[in-house]
T-cell receptor, first 109, second 116 residues
């Protein structure tokens, strides 16, 4: 399984765009990149998944460079309710999810 | 669509006692997972079921933990006897298939276990 490295924590203010970068230098050819969000006292929630280039949905965008050794989750115009832990996961499509410690995002007013 | 249901929401037991957690996945989801999340850490997979068969239980402490998924729907996770280090949130998740589909896994809110 590819090892991932994320910042332990990040601070932002309401209305700003937040970019969380995940490093995965030994990503394999068949690996996908998936991001989950977890609020206190809740289970993780799927945000977005991608293989290469850019993926966008109603919640976030995922940017993956050509070498796929890193990825960036972009949250546009964050609000206080986006305060959560964000997990970057790398693995083959269909394989079990292996979570790291994640990034604690704190959004301030 | 109803989410993944788990009960109880909280449980406090003394060490060496036994405890059981229940999970009802989303209707039609063939794959079910139990994760353990210790405070400050990411969730760790304990066991994965495909229908009522075990796919992966490599990280399940089998001397004290057991899990079953009868009829391929509901699942129970049991700990007997509990240790202090078992204090954690136990999360159940389900997905349409092992790939997770377009929406990944759906997690329940978990059961917070405190062993004293």
């Amino acid at each position: 399984l590819a090892k991932t490295t994320q910042p332990i924590s990040m601070d932002s203010y309401e209305g700003q765009e937040v970019n969380i970068t995940c490093s995965h230098n030994n990503i394999a050819t068949n690996d996908y990149i998936t991001w989950y969000q977890q609020f206190p006292s809740q289970g993780p929630r799927f945000i977005i998944q991608g293989y290469k280039t850019k993926v966008t949905n109603e919640v976030a965008s995922l940017f993956i460079p050509a070498d796929r050794k890193s990825s960036t989750l972009s949250l546009p115009r964050v609000s206080l309710s986006d305060t959560a832990v964000y997990y970057c996961l790398v693995g083959q499509y269909g394989n079990k999810l292996v979570f790291g410690a994640g990034t604690i995002l704190r959004v301030k007013s | 669509e109803a989410g993944v249901a788990q009960s109880p929401r909280y449980k406090i037991i003394e060490k060496r006692q036994s405890v059981a957690f229940w999970c009802n996945p989303i209707s039609g989801h063939a794959t079910l997972y139990w994760y353990q999340q210790i405070l400050g850490q990411g969730p760790k997979l304990l066991i994965q079921f495909q229908n009522n068969g075990v796919v992966d239980d490599s990280q399940l402490p089998k001397d004290r933990f057991s899990a079953e998924r009868l009829k391929g729907v509901d699942s129970t996770l049991k700990i007997q006897p509990a240790k202090l280090e078992d204090s954690a949130v136990y999360l159940c998740a389900s997905s349409l298939d092992r790939a997770g589909g377009s929406y990944g896994y759906t997690f329940g809110s978990g059961t917070r276990l405190t062993v004293v």
